[in-house]
């Protein structure tokens, strides 16, 4: 049963400590000490003027050990009445957030009310002694940093909430990876109740830059390595791609074959006699499922002398026609590329001639000469030279006059591949085939240097030693005719 000490709790507790109807109240459950408490509660109830002026919902709601009070009503010992302990209502749940972002915990505490802590109460009915509180105390540190709704710790970051007169929610505004760790809402009953939470901080990706790769030139054969690292938790994964989607060749360090992937994993990604098609922007991917992944670009260079391949060395085409001459250059770094006659005179653009490059890849562009109105002096050999910082290379074509079929459409028409093959007809098969040659697909130069189908540098044989052979193939030229009939 409780005693004298809970009767002067309801004293000190009155908001109408000199109401007359007050102290006959309290008089009056002095006097019903010794009946048992929910005769004390109904005749609390059944008279709201004595004891505080409560609600009669008081009494239901202390019933069902909501904790709740009125607002028009002092806190009353009610709870040390009734001999009803606090407890946890919902258990603390662990916490995840990226760094910078607000982290909460929510304890809910039930009958904590004007709860009095004995050590002796469970024993002697004794619920003399202080209230108890909920305090929040960082568990691996074992620093208290709030109890009730006073902040105890120096950290201005930290906040605690009281609501619903149950509730108590420690707040931690920007958290960073310090505030990590084991946190406890705890209750100073007797035995001490308390429950856990963890708190844990990630940190998104990022490219430690100092550290990683920037763009990389190699010679051709040679050997690359790309580094990237990153900074994050939990640590980032790296992983490699090509940015054009192509494939990745690595070599197996034990038996030296090639593996080809999409994607490489690891920080470092070192790539072994590399050829020109390997040349290109290389992504590295960080990631550790907090957003955002991050990435950066590196380019590898891949250094070579020029290479000219001639699709056709050997072109005819008639007089007062257009003809276009094309030359495919592989360089890196970039060459300088142009046009001369046979008699090393270089050809400028006008009226006459056009020049144009049309980018293949990272590495290739196809040389475009086109020479307008064909005359008899333009007839002959001409050369498309690629020179750059490693070295140089040429191309040679040889352009003639190609005879008219008599029967030819009318001027400014096009001729097609009916008019070049029946303009001929009485011709015999073969020498109509011989007017026109499959060039070459060799480089000008001495010696050059090409991957080979392995990918390792083989040699190519100069073409100005091969003659062009007599192949079936047909070129078809577009012209048209200032004058004919």
């Not at 009803?84 to 039930?110: H, K, M, S």
């Amino acid at each position: 049963m409780p005693g004298h000490a809970e009767v002067e709790d309801l004293q000190q507790s009155a908001p109408f400590q000199h109401d007359r109807h007050q102290e006959a109240a309290v008089n009056e459950v002095q006097d019903a000490l010794g009946e048992n408490i929910t005769g004390i509660l109904q005749h609390v109830v059944a008279d709201p003027i004595s004891l505080i002026g409560c609600q009669s919902t008081v009494y239901e709601e202390y019933r069902s050990r909501c904790g709740y009070w009125d607002d028009t009503c002092d806190l009353v010992n009610l709870d040390s009445l009734t001999g009803l302990e606090p407890d946890f209502l919902y258990p603390l749940e662990n916490v995840t957030i990226p760094q910078g972002r607000d982290a909460t915990f929510t304890c809910v505490v039930n009958n904590l009310g004007g709860y009095r802590v004995s050590p002796s109460s469970s024993a002697s009915g004794d619920h003399g002694g202080a209230k108890a509180r909920v305090a929040w105390i960082k568990a691996d540190t074992k620093a208290v940093l709030a109890i009730h709704d006073h902040v105890i710790t120096n950290n201005a970051r930290l906040s605690v909430t009281h609501s619903d007169y149950n509730t108590w929610t420690l707040n931690i505004k920007g958290a960073r990876r310090e505030d990590r760790g084991l946190y406890m809402c705890q209750v100073n009953t007797y035995p001490m109740k308390s429950q856990s939470a963890y708190l844990e901080v990630v940190i998104p990706p990022d490219i430690v830059y100092e550290e990683t790769s920037g763009d990389l030139m190699v010679p051709e054969g040679g050997s690359a390595k790309l580094v990237c690292k990153a900074r994050g938790y939990p640590k980032p994964d790296i992983a490699w791609r090509r940015e054009d989607g192509g494939e990745i060749i690595a070599r197996d360090g034990a038996s030296g074959g090639k593996i080809r992937l999409i994607t490489a994993e690891g920080e470092t990604l070192t790539l072994s006699k590399v050829t020109r098609s390997e040349m290109g922007a290389y992504l590295c991917v960080a990631s550790n499922g907090v957003p955002p992944t991050v990435s950066k670009r590196m380019m590898l260079h891949v250094h070579f002398h020029p290479m000219i391949q001639v699709p056709n060395q050997l072109v005819g085409a008639p007089a007062g026609t257009d003809v276009t001459l094309a030359c495919h250059v592989e360089a890196s770094p970039k060459a300088i590329n142009y046009w001369t006659r046979e008699t090393g005179e270089m050809i400028i653009g006008n009226h006459k001639y056009t020049m144009s490059e049309i980018k293949i890849s990272v590495y290739s562009v196809q040389m475009r000469l086109i020479i307008k109105n064909l005359q008899k002096q333009d007839m002959g050999g001409y050369k498309c030279i690629s020179k750059n910082s490693i070295g140089d290379a040429e191309g040679n074509i040889r352009l003639y006059d190609m005879e008219l079929p008599k029967h030819s459409k009318k001027n400014g028409d096009r001729l097609g591949y009916d008019d070049l093959t029946d303009g001929v007809g009485e011709r015999d098969q073969n020498n109509r085939l011989n007017h026109v040659y499959q060039g070459s697909l060799r480089e000008t130069a001495s010696t050059s240097q090409t991957p080979g189908e392995d990918g390792d540098v083989a040699t190519a044989i100069a073409s100005e030693k091969i003659r062009p052979p007599a192949v079936f193939v047909l070129l078809i030229v577009s012209y048209h005719l200032s004058v004919y009939s």
